[in-house]
Every structure is written in C-alpha cells, then in structure tokens.
C-alpha cells in the first residue's frame, strides 16, 4: 500500500470502522505503513469531529456522551481490561465483609473473581451482578448472602433504581463500595443516568471505603451526570497508570497490570 496523506487515512479508518465496528491503533498502522502515534492524533481528531469514539487501544463508532450504551454491547468493549481491574479489586474483599456494588461491566465481573471469602454480603441494585454472586455461592466459591435492591428494573442496563432504591439503601452500613462509571476526570466521578448514578452516589455516602474501578477509556471522559468528587473515593482501579496531569486528591491508585 502506498503511503496516504492524511485525508485518506482519515477515510480509510472510517470504511474500516463501518466494516468491522472496532478498528485498534497496531492493526490500523501496519496497514497505513505509520507509526501508532501517528494514529492515535487521526484518532482523535476524528473524535474531536464526533466520527468515532476513542477506546483503549483503538476506536469504536462514536457513542455520543449523554448517551449509555446497552449493558451487553458495553460488556464487549476492552473486556480483558475490565477483568483484570476486577481481579485486582476481587483481592480486596475480606472474610466477613459487607459491599455494596452498583452497575457497571466491570463491577460485574468481581463475582467471577472472587475466591475462598466466607460470610459475604453483597447488597447491589445490577441483576447480573447479582445472578453472577449467586453462581460463586452455587460454586462454594462464597458463602454469605445477596441483597437485592428494591425498585424499577431498567431493561436495557439490567439494574435498579428509582426512590425505593435509594431509602432502602440508606439503611446500609458498607466496609467497601465498588462503584463503576461513565467517565472521570481529576476532580469527578460521572455517569450516565442520573437516578442510578444517585445510588452509587448513597452507595459511597454509606461505606468506609469507596473503590472506584475504571478502565483507561474513561479517563478524562465526562458523561451526563456528576456522581461523586475525587475527594469522597478510597481507591481508583485502572489498566493503566494515574494521568501525570492529575494531582493528588487523597485515594490510592492501582494499576490492574496481570494479576
């Protein structure tokens, strides 16, 4: 392939994107004969002109901010990401604990991970959070027990939410809150609807520790709705390190490398 100028890579990404629905920085430059760098800036100018959204490591079709995705597409993307944060969060979970633990695609991996933790209880408002902690109880993985949160479902987030859910709620006394999100930046925490992002908000006013698990697409991202400041999160989990911009606000930060 002859080297293109920059227009005709611009094309050729978004002809890729359309085909594939993905397109990854490594793939995209051996085929352009460029370097990742060189990538990475088509990337985001073609962000920046709302052509495709920038995930880690390459691209998707551009999802716009004030809107969610559908829970199951969401679970697809930087899947391997998302285990290992939860991994790295799983770890932390002790004999005896009480969590809280809100929707999210990667909040909803830490019953897969989780091993030998005796007289947990989880209260949560996700449904396949909720159907995965059950199935680590059936494997003896776990023994405790699992709360669900009254309220109305949200079929296309298979969550809670609503007045009941934020009451009853309120009743609760946490060791830890695992908390997901739509987007973060060095002073917030975001999400996407504003009445679920209100019970991980209670979630985190009622635990002593909040552990917010993200993954590097999310950095620097505002979604609709504020959730929380830095200053109320314990510890951040990502699949890479803590922006060199950011200042410190106080929380820990764990890099989810292999685990």
């Known amino acids: 392939m002859c080297a293109m100028n920059k227009e005709e890579r611009h094309v050729f990404i978004l002809d890729e994107l359309a085909v594939c629905r993905k397109v990854l920085v490594t793939d995209l430059a051996k ?11 088509d990337l985001a100018e073609l962000e920046m002109s709302e052509d495709l959204t920038r995930i880690h490591g390459g691209a998707v079709s551009f999802i716009p901010t004030h809107r969610e995705m559908v829970f199951e597409k969401k679970m697809s993307l930087n899947l391997e990401e998302k285990k290992r944060i939860a991994r790295r969060a799983a770890a932390l979970i002790q004999h005896g604990d009480t969590i809280a633990v809100d929707i999210g695609s990667t909040t909803v991996h830490l019953a897969d991970m989780i091993e030998d933790v005796q007289s947990l209880t989880v209260v949560t408002n996700s449904l396949s959070a909720a159907n995965r902690f059950n199935l680590a109880m059936e494997e003896q993985r776990i023994t405790g027990q699992i709360i669900m949160l009254p309220g109305v479902t949200n079929p296309y987030q298979a969550s809670i939410k609503g007045t009941y859910t934020i009451e009853f709620l309120k009743r609760f006394h946490f060791n830890r809150a695992f908390i997901s999100c739509g987007g973060v930046t060095e002073q917030s925490v975001y999400d996407f609807d504003m009445e679920e992002s209100l019970v991980s908000e209670t979630m985190i006013a009622c635990c002593q520790e909040a552990i917010l698990l993200t993954d590097s697409a999310k950095l620097n991202k505002k979604s609709l709705f504020e959730v929380a400041p830095m200053s109320k999160i314990s510890t951040v989990i990502c699949d890479q390190d ?8 106080g929380y820990h930060w764990i890099t989810a490398n292999e685990f």
């Open 31 to 41: 085929q352009l004969i460029v370097t990742p760098e060189t990538i990475r800036r």
């Open 242 to 249: 803590k922006p060199i911009d950011w200042h410190e606000f």
